[in-house]
Nanobody
Framework: QVQLVESGGGLVQAGGSLRLSCAASGRTFSSYAMGWFRQAPGKDREFVATMNKGGGATYYADSVKGRFTISRDNAKNTVYLQMNGLKPEDTAVYHC???????????????????WGQGTQVTVSS
């Protein structure tokens, strides 16, 4: 079992940057593939970015490609989402998620993830 806690959200003007963090409990952080998702009011949960277990492969939604970067620090048990060039349409609650340890690859499907954080609010003003 792993517990996830996101932080780093806030209010930012369009064009600004934020870095979200997701701290994970447990001693086997490096053995999880992980992802970031977001959910805006009245909308379905949306894939943002994912990273495989080894950290060498990443994949992004077209809407954030070139602006967002997912990364991990195994020594700190933390996964990050660096968000640059923020737009009002990026406003949402952002969640990190981990797959079960048996899976090596990341995924863009929310149903493939077993562990979820509570989320952190990101609001981008125009």
């Amino acid at each position: 079992q792993v517990q996830l806690v996101e932080s780093g959200g806030g209010l930012v003007q369009a064009g600004g940057s934020l870095r979200l963090s997701c701290a994970a409990s447990g001693r086997t952080f490096s053995s999880y593939a992980m992802g970031w998702f977001r959910q805006a009011p009245g909308k379905d949960r949306e894939f943002v970015a994912t990273m495989n277990k080894g950290g060498g492969a990443t994949y992004y939604a077209d809407s954030v490609k070139g602006r967002f970067t997912i990364s991990r620090d195994n020594a700190k048990n933390t996964v990050y989402l660096q968000m640059n060039g923020l737009k009002p349409e990026d406003t949402a609650v952002y969640h990190c998620a981990f797959r079960r340890q048996i899976y090596s690859t990341g995924s863009a499907r929310s149903n493939d993830y077993d562990y979820w954080g509570q989320g952190t609010q990101v609001t981008v003003s125009s």
